[in-house]
């Protein structure tokens, strides 16, 4: 696997061309409440697990693996190495993106990294066309080597 993807929320850019975020922008599901609705909250976090869901189904990927994980919180109702499957997804998802765990998800195709404030990596092998062109989001996909490899 050697194509890697950045997935965010963020669509603005400074005179540099850099990805960036103003003062005003929630990052962080501790911003619910703050900065962002709850209701607002969930539109974007259910961006991100339907984009994982559709490249799983994109790559033909029953089952992810979690890898290198790491528990902020009590609940301990995942451990490092299980299996996840496209059921159990969302509440990984969720949990990596509301800060109570942290964690890779990998296949022999795909494998997802999640960074701080909302910004996600994809590693695959295929083309970004080949993704661009099957998966539909109002996320900002773009060419990006995943700081986590």
């Avoid at 005179?15 to 209701?39: A, M, P, R």
């Avoid at 890898?67 to 009590?74: G, K, R, V, Y």
């Avoid at 993106?97 to 990596?121: T, V």
């Amino acid at each position: 696997m050697g194509n890697s993807l950045r997935v965010t929320k963020y669509h603005s850019y400074n005179i540099e061309g850099n990805l960036i975020s103003s003062g005003l922008e929630w990052t962080s599901y501790f911003d619910v409440g703050v900065k962002v609705s709850i209701e607002d909250y969930i539109l974007v976090e259910n961006e991100y697990i339907d984009f994982i869901i559709s490249l799983c189904e994109l790559f033909s990927v029953e089952y992810l693996t979690i890898s290198e994980l790491e528990i902020f919180d009590e609940d301990e109702s995942f451990e490092n190495h299980d299996l996840v499957t496209m059921l159990e997804l969302p509440l990984v998802v969720r949990d990596v993106l509301r800060e109570s765990k942290w964690c890779k998800l990998i296949s022999d195709d795909l494998e997802i990294h999640f960074g701080y404030d909302f910004y996600m990596y994809v590693v695959f092998s295929e083309s970004y066309d080949f993704i661009k062109s099957k998966i539909n989001t109002s996320l900002n996909v773009e060419v990006f080597k995943s700081p986590y490899v």
